[in-house]
Structure formats: structure tokens, C-alpha cells
T-cell receptor, first 112, second 113 residues
Framework: AQRVTQPEKLLSVFKGAPVELKCNYSYSGSPELFWYVQYSRQRLQLLLRHISRESIKGFTADLNKGETSFHLKKPFAQEEDSAMYYCALKGAGGTSYGKLTFGQGTILTVHP | NAGVMQNPRHLVRRRGQEARLRCSPMKGHSHVYWYRQLPEEGLKFMVYLQKENIIDESGMPKERFSAEFPKEGPSILRIQQVVRGDSAAYFC???????????FGEGSRLTVL
């Protein structure tokens, strides 16, 4: 069974501090991992995906298969990063399409 | 491109009534997904549709719930004989291909009295 765990429901940091949002997953094969973000009064949108290996808005995330983790990191948080962040997993194989398993989300608050 | 459009944004129903939620995918997107978010929980997959076909409904409750995506018009998520436990936010998402990169609507919040 697929499972995504985001252990922190709330995370608060000060502007300029590093931030790490934790995500652990359970899946027997080789999954695809994603981070989605929902800013205040906006719709849920894709932030980044592990296969792209890119940095979006200063955020990066590395898939660690040994630790089954996909933590989201940013070295210097900004106030505009305050949002709800969801980690999501897509199983491998042709039948997984857009069937994502989401974590419960982490509300990030960046204080001035 | 207006994005994924969902309506109504808010819907209130009494127990036993029917709820119909509509979703128009982004232009050019033929893959539609419905997710449900119960209070204090993450989004849960319900159903995946392409035009006139239900591809995967493994996340749909076996009774009272149905979904369609007709050749013309929006996708519809229908809940018959609603109960209080159906109160949730229902999100529609679309994608141009069968990938994990989904474009979400703003959601429809159903409240069952």
C-alpha cells in the first residue's frame, strides 16, 4: 500500500532562516514524488517533482530511497513562502497516471 | 486559459438530497480526476476519467457516488442521498497527459445538514 507521511502539521520559521518540510513515503517500487503548494486564496499547484531535479522558487527536494524520504528545503525562507505544502506520491507503471497519494499537509508560516 | 473550473464553490444539502458537482477541465486536457478532502485530512483520490470513459474508480465509495465525463460538457460528480459524512471539499484536477502533474480547480465545498 502507498502511504505519504508529513509529520509536521505546522511549521514556523523566521524570514531568512532555513526551512525543511519533511516527507516520508511507503511504496514497494520506484515512485515519483511531488510537492504541491497552496498559497492563501489560491488553488493547489505543483511546486516541483523529483524527476525534474530542479529548483523552484529556491526550493529543492531530493529523493532518498534509502530513507524513503523526499524532504523539501530552502536555505533562506521568505514571507511569501507561507502556504500549505503537500507531498504526493505517484506509483510506477502505466496504470498509475495522475492517481496521487497525498500527505496530510504542512502549514508553513514565515514570520518577518 | 481560465484553468480548471468547478461549480458550485459551495453547496449545502440536507441529508437524503442529491449533490451534483461540476468540473470543466483546462482547454486541451482530456484527463480528469476527482479528489476528496475530509476535514483534517489530505486529498484522497476518488476517480479518473477520460472523455466518455471511467478509467479508474477505485477510490469511489461503492454506493451513492458516481462520476461521468460526457463527450460534451463538464465532468459531473454525483452523490445521491447525501449523509453528514459526505461533507468535504471535492477537488477536480485535469492534465494533458496521464502524468502526476495535475492542474487543480478551486474545489467545491459540500456541507450536509
Amino acid at each position: 500500500a502507498q502511504r505519504v507521511t508529513q509529520p509536521e502539521k505546522l511549521l514556523s520559521v523566521f524570514k531568512g532562516a532555513p526551512v525543511e518540510l519533511k516527507c516520508n513515503y511507503s511504496y514497494s517500487g520506484s515512485p515519483e514524488l511531488f510537492w504541491y503548494v497552496q498559497y492563501s486564496r489560491q488553488r493547489l499547484q505543483l511546486l516541483l517533482r523529483h524527476i525534474s531535479r530542479e529548483s523552484i522558487k529556491g526550493f529543492t527536494a531530493d529523493l532518498n530511497k534509502g530513507e524513503t524520504s523526499f524532504h523539501l528545503k530552502k536555505p533562506f525562507a521568505q514571507e511569501e513562502d507561507s502556504a500549505m505544502y503537500y507531498c504526493a506520491l505517484k506509483g510506477a507503471g502505466g496504470t498509475s497516471y495522475g492517481k496521487l497519494t497525498f500527505g496530510q499537509g504542512t502549514i508553513l508560516t514565515v514570520h518577518p | 486559459n481560465a484553468g480548471v473550473m468547478q461549480n458550485p464553490r459551495h453547496l449545502v444539502r440536507r441529508r437524503g438530497q442529491e449533490a451534483r458537482l461540476r468540473c470543466s477541465p483546462m482547454k486541451g486536457h482530456s484527463h480528469v480526476y476527482w479528489y476528496r478532502q475530509l476535514p483534517e485530512e489530505g486529498l484522497k483520490f476518488m476517480v479518473y476519467l477520460q472523455k466518455e470513459n471511467i478509467i479508474d474508480e477505485s477510490g469511489m465509495p461503492k454506493e451513492r457516488f458516481s462520476a461521468e465525463f460526457p463527450k460534451e460538457g463538464p465532468s459531473i460528480l454525483r452523490i445521491q442521498q447525501v449523509v453528514r459524512g459526505d461533507s468535504a471539499a471535492y477537488f477536480c484536477a485535469s492534465s494533458p497527459q496521464a502524468t502526476g502533474e495535475l492542474f487543480f480547480g478551486e474545489g467545491s465545498r459540500l456541507t450536509v445538514l
